[in-house]
């Protein structure tokens, strides 16, 4: 079951769009405001609105810790904010001048991307604030955007119907026509789907569009085998343009929300329509879950944010309920631990962990030497660049340990690299 809990009306026109980090939610409007809910009781906090922006503002996101919030806006800014006081951190304008439609944070909090209007997309260094890079879309206006998972790529969508796929350095490496009369939103799945016999990883990605429909894709991206997009199903429950889909956190919902006002709820498993909700009185233009508990905010053209609670027995939550009796790593089995690690990003581990019979128990005992030697892990994290230049060097040896390596892909080492952020982002004010 799942009940409306809450409805705020604080904006003074259409809400364009919601997002929520662990404690708080935000929404933006065509009335040029951000607001911020406090998540324990849903009242506005002191410091909001957000006032900056000159017109209207389409889009808003948190960053992974939730201490800042990114918006953009027709006035061709991206503006990050500090969430615990409500000051801008910078103002980030778009080079072409271009109204910016969408922004979003990479997961490891690193990086920003805008797109605009003009077709043009702009990666943000998001601890200086400075330009990385800059490309653009062959035609039609940049409408959405969502990182995968593991940060390797993310793919934008465009107002003439295509999506296209770049990687972290903004090398485009596909673009496809996914939606004939246009894309409105995408969103990737955070939880990842295994292939056992060869230890690939895939991320399930939704796209939405103006022919009301909702496609299915599949993701894989590995240094070896390259990228490769999928199509896998359609879902048709609307009967008009959808304007808005997402992923619930743990990947066995999602919502969409359409011009027909209505917002619905399937499980991404079966595919089958698990709730349509029908409070708003306009369109649906912005849809969202909660990243730690089970809410969902759903905005629209009557100027409300609706907040719905899931009870814990619908379909999907009793799957996930026999999930969390492995909770504990000790009681993982090697198929768990074959998930986890393709979860962190290590899928090319693996094949090595299932051929030594990891499971919850052994991994939990694992040290690194073991890693080095019982599995012939190298355990060393190095510069991107200087590994590069080692391997291109035809070494085939770990820098470190001098013992062969068993495989020359680079595997991030995210951990690290996010902690790295989340300190640049606590210090550099």
Request: hydrophobic share 35%; aromatic share 8%.
């Amino acid at each position: 079951m799942v009940k409306l809990i809450h409805t705020l009306a604080d904006h003074g026109d259409d809400v364009n769009c919601c997002a929520f980090s662990s404690s708080l939610l935000a929404t933006c409007s065509l009335d040029k405001t951000i607001r911020l809910y406090s998540l324990s009781d849903f009242t506005e906090l002191p410091h909001s609105p957000l006032k900056l922006h000159t017109y209207a503002v389409h889009c808003c996101c948190f960053s992974p810790s939730g201490h800042i919030l990114a918006s953009c806006s027709t006035d061709g800014t991206t503006v990050l904010w500090n969430t615990q006081n409500g000051e801008p951190l910078a103002v980030m304008e778009q080079p072409s001048g271009s109204p910016v439609r969408v922004c979003q944070f990479s997961p490891d909090s690193t990086c920003l991307v805008s797109g605009a209007a003009d077709g043009t997309v702009v990666l943000w260094n998001a601890q200086s604030y400075k330009l990385y890079r800059c490309g653009s879309v062959k035609d039609g206006s940049l409408v959405a955007c969502a990182f995968s998972p593991d940060g390797n790529l993310f793919v934008t969508g465009s107002s003439c119907g295509d999506l296209t796929v770049w990687d972290d350095k903004m090398r485009c490496l596909h673009s496809e026509k996914a939606h004939d009369l246009g894309i409105t939103c995408c969103d990737f799945s955070s939880q990842p789907v295994s292939d056992g016999e060869q230890g690939l990883q895939y991320f399930r990605l939704a796209s939405c569009g103006q022919d009301c429909q909702i496609k299915i894709w599949v993701v894989s991206f590995t240094h070896i085998l390259g990228f490769e997009l999928k199509y896998k199903s359609t879902l048709s429950g609307h009967c008009a343009p959808v304007l808005a889909c997402a992923f619930s956190h743990n990947g066995q919902m999602l919502v969409s929300g359409s011009v027909d006002k209505s917002v619905i709820v399937y499980d991404t498993n079966t595919e089958n329509i698990l709730h349509t909700l029908t409070q708003h009185t306009r369109y649906v233009t912005t849809c969202a879950f909660a990243p730690n508990i089970l809410l969902l905010a759903t905005g629209s053209m009557d100027k409300t944010v609706n907040i719905w609670q899931f009870d814990l027995e619908t379909p999907c939550q009793a799957r996930s309920t026999e999930d969390e009796a492995k909770q504990f790593p000790e009681d993982w089995s090697e198929d768990d631990v074959s998930v986890w690690l393709c979860a962190q990003g290590l899928n090319d581990l693996v094949g090595i962990f299932k051929m030594n019979n990891i499971d919850g128990r052994e991994l939990l005992n694992l040290t690194k030497e073991s890693l080095a030697d019982d599995l012939k892990i190298d355990g060393y994290s190095y510069e991107k660049e200087a590994m590069e230049n080692w391997i291109s060097k035809k070494k085939r040896t770990s820098p470190m340990t001098n013992l062969v390596l068993p495989s020359v892909v680079l595997t991030p080492n995210r951990t690290l690299k996010m902690a790295i952020s989340r300190w640049l982002e606590t210090h550099q004010k």
